[in-house]
């Protein structure tokens, strides 16, 4: 702990405008991005998005999730690399667009993001010490775990009116998607993309992918990709067309197509091969999870991409002839292919 806190105490000596990129990157981490750049878009996709749906509370929501776990990770002196890389903010930032996506705007509402943002920071330590033996990650999970516990609470709980979370239910007869212009399928690509941050806009897409194309051009393309792909997928296979059109078959594919493609594995044929697997299992995931949880009225949230993920990890196959595989995080420092890109992006 005293070096962790030595650790931190360097942090909190650092120039405010440092401070500002740590707290943006958190954002960028979200789709395993440590760039400021990539955190600044994202955002900016996240306000144009809430606000033209008229839901500015979800942007809102968004920034106090980001300050509450980043500004726990410096309170409990978490270690301070993870700081700098931002993965102190990536799972309080989700948090931050779920509770006023799902929840009634009250007071208490607010005060339960606070909790359950802060709370991602240790959870998530307490997940990555769990799975170290297995040499993997939690990702997202953390927000997802505690994002459940929430929301599930609020149907027993007044003070947190579930107003906008599904009625619990099993599956009902729905039709496909009929509208298959060319446009609108980019439109449904660009949502698949916005909906990681549970956004529906193709214009916040569109931003999300100049985010990451900031921090790596090949990071966009393959977010792209994945969202095409997984749109093919579950118009193939007739997944409901409203739930198609909004981009809810593309997010957890889109982290999925990173993770896989981008971010553990150096980008080649193999990787590739091995991440449209994994993205095109994503989708069946997404729909397993879907029917799993209707009867429970709570959304999937990024869980499919998560255990698909480790699904396609856990083997530790050596795809790009490296040995000794660890995939327990995604510091560019510990990623060769990465390493270059992190080092000049450092300012931010």
């Known amino acids: 702990m005293m070096s962790n806190l030595k650790f931190n105490e360097e942090l909190r000596r650092l120039e405010p405008l440092e401070h500002l990129r740590i707290v943006l990157r958190g954002a960028g981490q979200v789709m395993f991005q440590p760039s400021a750049w990539s955190g600044l878009f994202f955002m900016a996709g996240i306000f ?42 990536f799972n309080g930032v989700l948090v931050g667009c779920a509770f006023p996506t799902f929840l009634g705007n009250t007071v208490w509402v607010w005060v339960a993001l606070v909790l359950c943002s802060a709370m991602t920071v240790w959870v ?12 993997v990650n939690s990702f997202t999970f953390p927000f997802v775990f505690c994002t459940w516990i929430f929301i ?30 060319f446009l609108n399928l980019i439109i449904y690509c660009l949502k698949g993309i916005s909906q990681v941050f549970l956004i529906e806009s193709w214009i916040t897409g569109l931003l999300f992918l100049i985010g990451l194309a900031i921090s790596s051009p090949i990071a966009a393309l393959t977010a792209f990709g994945g969202s095409a792909l997984a749109l093919l997928v579950a118009l193939v296979f007739g ?59 709570i959304a999937t949230l990024t869980a499919p991409f998560c255990v698909t993920t480790w699904l396609f990890l856990l083997p530790l196959l050596a795809i790009n002839n490296e040995q000794n595989l660890d995939h327990s995080n995604w510091n560019p420092e510990n990623k060769r292919h990465l390493a270059k890109k992190y080092h000049s992006q450092q300012k931010p």
């Not at 979800?58 to 309170?75: D, F, Q």
């Not at 998530?124 to 040499?135: I, K």
């Not at 993205?279 to 397993?288: C, D, L, R, S």
Request: a negative charge; hydrophobic letters at 50%.
């Open 152 to 181: 599930l609470a609020a149907r027993a709980m007044n003070s947190m009116p579930p107003e906008h979370l599904p009625d619990p239910t099993l599956p009902e007869v729905f039709s496909s998607v009929t509208d298959l212009h």
């Open 48 to 89: 144009w998005g809430a606000y033209s749906s008229h839901t500015p509370e979800v942007a809102w929501g968004a920034v106090l999730g980001l300050l509450v776990s980043t500004l726990t990770g410096y309170w409990i002196d978490m270690p301070s690399e993870d700081g700098r890389q931002g993965l102190w903010g």
């Open 124 to 135: 998530r330590t307490a997940m990555n010490n769990v799975m170290a033996p297995w040499r």
């Open 239 to 297: 997944t409901s067309g409203a739930e198609t059109a909004h981009g809810l078959y593309g997010f957890s594919a889109v982290l999925t197509a990173l993770a896989i493609g981008v971010v553990f594995y150096k980008p080649n044929l193999h990787s590739a091969l091995w991440a449209i697997v994994a993205t095109i299992v994503t989708v069946f995931m997404q729909a397993a999870m879907n029917v799993l949880l209707l009867p429970l009225g």
